[in-house]
Nanobody
């Protein structure tokens, strides 16, 4: 059974940076895309970024709102995907989840969240940005 475990969240001041990690179990990790999404209190899920599988060179996709503050990367040797968040704002306060996906959902070059029945996601990691 595939397990997804997020880590690295915490309390950060406005303007700071944070890197959250996602470890996905299983020997076929490199064959899947992995995405990050978040959910703030009282709000819906919001897709952030996705990195494709490594059947060829991995490709990264970002949601339209990202504007360069988020960077997704993967280390297949560690079965881990990272999300670097820079210039944090109080509006970034949310639970951050990663999800193993067959394919990244992309429209007009931008990533959008489209959870499917076979997707697997974890319990999330809390990121809190103080003003």
């Amino acid at each position: 059974q595939v397990q997804v475990v997020e880590s690295g969240g915490g309390l950060v001041q406005t303007g700071g940076s944070l890197s959250v990690s996602c470890m996905v179990s299983g020997r076929t990790f490199s064959s899947y895309g992995v995405a990050w999404f978040r959910q703030a209190p009282g709000k819906g899920r919001e897709g952030i970024a996705c990195i494709s599988n490594n059947d060829g060179p991995a490709t990264t996709y970002y949601a339209r709102f990202v504007k360069g503050r988020f960077t997704i990367s993967r280390d297949n040797a560690k079965n881990t995907v990272y999300l670097q968040i820079d210039t944090l704002k109080p509006d970034d306060t949310a639970v951050y989840y990663c999800v193993r996906e067959e394919l990244c959902s992309v429209w007009g070059g931008n990533y959008f969240l489209d959870l499917r029945p076979d997707d697997v996601w974890g319990q999330g990691t809390q990121v809190t940005v103080s003003s």
